[in-house]
């Protein structure tokens, strides 16, 4: 598992180590708001699935969202970016903000800046969705390419040093076939940092994989956290939330129960639901 490992990325800050500021829910190290949510809702016919859910994440932040199956994670994750479109309430990510507008949904100004949220918000599956006829090097060229109008050597340039960053860089000609779940995991994120987003958001990112590459990937992803990628993960790694989530959201039936440090959240829950839930978690 050689290649597992990431470069060296120096010491995490030495604020981000050593926790918060005094009388500060906040780490020191995160920055501005980034994204917003807003009283947010979200029905599938008449399955109320986000009833009111408010989040704020900053610069640097690393959230980690996790609640039972079917309390809405998967669908927030999929509102903030638009791939569902939500019935009410207000995302905003790197200063483009956007209503809720169903009956609209389709009109031309609420398209583009559909688009412009989703050039900020990255957003990284289960199931890696690589383009398996492509290299991999061509997988985290082509976005960067046909979206962003990035020039090929700068494209190539970009895609070499974010898969040298996940320990990928020898597999840039390999095809995604030839991949273990783990490597197409981490050529996914790769090709997601090609475009440079704001935040990146992950849905289980792991869950798909062999128990023996989820550990990879998650060392992965917690590197990019401790240098200050902001990211929103939904997981049910509870270990990996420990060590890499600045802040821990605990979600039920479509709201946001409870949040706070990591230490807090998991250790110490203030809420009779997460304590619940975690109980149940640690049970199974
Ligand atoms: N495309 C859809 N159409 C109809 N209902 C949906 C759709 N997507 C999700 N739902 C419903 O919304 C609710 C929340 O689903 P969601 O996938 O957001 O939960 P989750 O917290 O991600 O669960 P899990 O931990 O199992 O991934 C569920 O009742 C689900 O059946
Ligand atoms: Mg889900």
Same mark, same amino acid.
């Given at each position: 598992?050689?290649d597992a490992?990431?470069?060296?990325?120096?010491?995490?800050?030495?604020?981000?180590?050593?926790?918060?500021?005094?009388?500060?829910?906040?780490?020191?190290?995160?920055?501005?708001?980034?994204?917003?949510?807003?009283?947010?809702?979200?029905?599938?016919?008449?399955?109320?699935?986000?009833?009111?859910?408010?989040?704020?994440?900053?610069?640097?932040?690393?959230?980690?969202?996790?609640?039972?199956?079917?309390?809405?994670?998967?669908?927030?994750?999929?509102?903030?970016?638009? !791939?569902?479109?939500? #019935?009410?309430?207000?995302?905003? =990510?790197? &200063? /483009? $903000?956007?209503?809720?507008?169903?009956? @609209? %949904?389709?009109?031309?100004?609420?398209?583009?800046?559909?688009?412009?949220?989703?050039?900020?918000?990255?957003?990284?599956?289960?199931?890696?969705?690589?383009?398996?006829?492509?290299?991999v !090097?061509?997988?985290? #060229?082509?976005?960067?390419?046909? =979206?962003? &109008? /990035? $020039?090929?050597?700068?494209?190539?340039? @970009? %895609?070499?040093?974010y898969l040298d960053k996940v320990g990928l860089l020898e597999k840039r000609?390999e095809?995604?076939?030839?991949l273990?779940?783990?490597q197409?995991?981490r050529v996914?994120i790769a090709?997601?940092?090609?475009?440079?987003?704001?935040?990146?958001?992950?849905?289980?990112?792991?869950?798909?994989?062999?128990?023996?590459?989820?550990?990879?990937?998650?060392?992965v992803?917690?590197?990019?956290?401790?240098?200050?990628?902001?990211?929103?993960?939904?997981?049910?790694?509870?270990?990996?939330?420990?060590?890499?989530?600045?802040?821990?959201?605990?979600?039920?039936?479509?709201?946001?129960?409870?949040?706070?440090?990591?230490?807090?959240?998991?250790?110490?829950?203030?809420?009779?639901?997460?304590?619940?839930?975690?109980?149940?978690?640690?049970?199974?």
């Open positions: 598992m050689t490992r990431l470069p060296d990325l120096g010491p995490r800050p030495a604020s981000a180590e050593s926790g918060y500021d005094a009388g500060s829910e906040l780490p020191t190290h995160v920055g501005e708001p980034i994204v917003k949510v807003e009283k947010l809702e979200k029905y599938f016919g008449s399955n109320h699935v986000l009833r009111g859910v408010d989040l704020e994440v900053r610069q640097r932040e690393a959230v980690m969202i996790i609640g039972r199956s079917g309390s809405g994670k998967t669908t927030l994750l999929r509102c903030i970016n638009f !791939l569902e479109e939500p #019935t009410v309430g207000w995302v905003e =990510v790197d &200063g /483009v $903000r956007l209503q809720a507008d169903p009956l @609209r %949904a389709r009109s031309r100004p609420h398209q583009e800046k559909i688009r412009q949220i989703r050039l900020r918000a990255g957003m990284l599956f289960q199931e890696f969705n690589l383009f398996p006829h492509m290299s !090097l061509d997988n985290c #060229t082509e976005a960067p390419m046909r =979206v962003s &109008g /990035v $020039r090929r050597d700068e494209a190539v340039t @970009r %895609a070499e040093g000609d095809y995604p076939a030839r273990s779940g783990g197409k995991q996914a090709r997601a940092l090609c475009m440079e987003p704001k935040v990146l958001l992950f849905d289980e990112p792991t869950s798909a994989l062999d128990p023996e590459l989820i550990g990879e990937v998650l060392l992803m917690e590197d990019l956290a401790h240098e200050g990628t902001t990211m929103i993960v939904v997981t049910h790694e509870m270990h990996f939330a420990q060590e890499a989530a600045d802040r821990v959201v605990f979600m039920e039936d479509g709201v946001v129960i409870e949040q706070g440090p990591p230490e807090q959240v998991l250790n110490d829950p203030r809420h009779e639901e997460t304590a619940h839930f975690l109980r149940r978690f640690l049970d199974r």
